[in-house]
């Protein structure tokens, strides 16, 4: 079981790029934003290069290369271009995610047992670049073990089913499609599953400072990447207390943890 104090936070900015490109302004600068989330104590910065470049442009990337002192994870599809511009910026990290054009978010994990032939000839690549890698997918036994066979470093399990669950309070009016606890517990296992096949285990999608407690104390979570509700508390309370208080909040969630071991 990992022996660390905290799980590392990945920084995602995409929303800092989310509000400039809705004006078409050069600001806010998602690069700043970076350095500041750094400087707050963040580990890796994580960003997502879309096919519409609806928030995240090609040079951000290339920018966020030169600047981030931490890691730089970058979320791709996989596609040719992008496995083209991951091979040129040479990020310490790529993640392989779904997209769907029309999708607001990244709606659910990458299916790896229908596209294992595929994912295998772009993970390849990757690799030969020198960058680690890591597969976005459900917290689902099966996808896990396709993916250990491909050879994965990380799989990122998708907590959006987990944060968007009813909760004892939330569950007024029914129309709720999961629990809150059924959704924890399917991603205690399978965390417990991806360690015991040698896998880094990550965590992310739709968590916040409250819902981030209960992931953050399952100890195989090692890495956490985190973006909307950070850049939204930001808006109100700067980026550096946002960043130090999502630190905070996993800090909490494992000392929870280590107190009830
Ligand atoms: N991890 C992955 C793979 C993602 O696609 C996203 C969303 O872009 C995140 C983490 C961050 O999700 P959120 O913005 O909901 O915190």
Redesign the pocket.
């Known amino acids: 079981m990992p022996s660390i104090i905290r799980p590392r936070l ?1 920084v ?1 900015v ?2 800092v790029a989310t509000i400039r490109q809705a004006r078409g302004t050069q600001y806010p600068e998602p690069v700043a934003a970076a350095a500041l989330a750094e400087l707050a104590g963040a580990d890796q910065i ?1 960003i ?1 290069l879309r096919e519409d470049r609806r928030h995240i442009v090609d040079r951000d990337v290339y920018v966020l290369r030169q600047t981030v002192g931490t890691r730089l994870n970058l ?1 791709m599809a996989a596609t040719e271009e992008m496995l083209h511009i991951a091979i040129d910026v040479q990020p310490d990290m790529v ?1 392989l ?1 779904p997209e769907k054009r029309e999708e607001q ?2 709606e659910g994990g990458l299916d790896v047992i229908a596209n294992r032939e595929r994912l295998a000839e772009y993970l390849e690549k990757l690799e030969e670049s020198g960058a680690y890698t890591s597969l ?1 997918i459900d917290p689902d036994p099966e996808q896990i073990s396709a993916s250990a066979e491909l050879g994965v470093h990380i799989v ?1 399990l ?1 907590t ?1 089913d987990y ?1 968007e669950a009813a909760t004892p309070f939330s569950n007024m009016n029914g129309d709720y499609e999961y629990d809150r606890d059924v959704e924890l517990q399917r991603l205690r296992r399978s965390a417990r599953v991806a360690e015991s096949l040698g896998l880094t285990v ?1 965590a ?5 400072y409250k819902n981030v407690l209960d992931v953050a104390a399952i100890p195989q979570f090692e890495e956490f ?7 939204a508390r930001a808006v109100l309370v700067g980026f550096e207390r946002a960043v130090q208080e999502m630190i905070q909040a996993l800090e909490a969630g494992r000392r929870a943890a280590i107190g009830t071991l």
């Open positions: 990945g995602n995409d929303h994580t997502h979320e993640t995610v978010t990244t976005f990122e998708h959006g944060c990550a992310g999608h739709g968590l916040d990447n985190i973006g909307h509700s950070i850049v």
